[in-house]
């Protein structure tokens, strides 16, 4: 199995764990969201460290060796872009660095692409348009205010949903963490 295919099924199964988390409450789902995010953020990691193979020339002594480029300096923003989504949907601390770090690099990366277009030069379209439907979900996530996720989740539970925003809102509040725990145990009884 090749690592586009990988990360093809691996999309795939998050776009449906995600939706499926969304319209009912998954046991599990956030083990499973987060373990799938993860491991998406890995296989762009490690495809942008990655090296492809240059061109060989005869007349150059870097002939056959390894260099870094664009693409895979796009591979590590993916990377980032993942982490920043896992912070986001799981409401972690940061989670706003993270989208912000990516929404720049990946909006320098799409000016970039468009550049190398208009200029006529060779440019991957495939990465072109990841880059666009990234950065467009990534906006997305950015302007949306920051518990709209929590209020589609537990539309049906509003007693957890609230007692969850509280304990978010005051991390360090154990009362608010014991609270939430208690209205979690009600949710699977």
């Known amino acids: 199995m090749t690592i586009k295919k990988l990360e093809s099924y691996l999309l795939i199964f998050m776009a449906i764990v995600l939706i499926a988390n969304f319209i009912i409450v998954l046991p599990f789902g956030a083990i499973l969201v987060t373990v799938g995010l993860m491991t998406l953020a890995m296989i ?28 895979n300096f796009v ?9 920043g989504i896992l912070f986001t949907i799981q409401y972690w601390p940061n989670a706003s660095f993270f989208m912000n770090v990516a929404l720049i690099a990946l909006a320098l990366s799409l000016a970039v692409i468009i550049f190398k277009h208009a200029n006529g030069k060779p440019y ?8 666009a439907v990234y950065l467009c979900l990534g906006v997305i996530l950015a302007v949306m205010p920051r518990f709209t996720l929590l209020d589609i989740k537990y539309r049906s539970q509003p007693a957890y949903r609230d007692a969850l925003k509280n304990s978010i809102e005051h991390p360090g509040d154990t009362s608010l963490s014991n609270k939430v725990n208690r209205e979690r145990a009600k949710l699977y009884k």
């Open 44 to 71: 762009y990691f490690l495809s942008g460290m990655v090296a492809y193979e240059t061109g060989k020339d005869p007349g150059d002594n870097n002939s056959g060796k390894k260099a870094f480029g664009f693409d």
């Open 75 to 83: 591979n590590m923003v993916f990377a980032v872009f993942m982490i």
């Open 124 to 131: 991957n379209a495939a990465l072109a348009k990841r880059v």
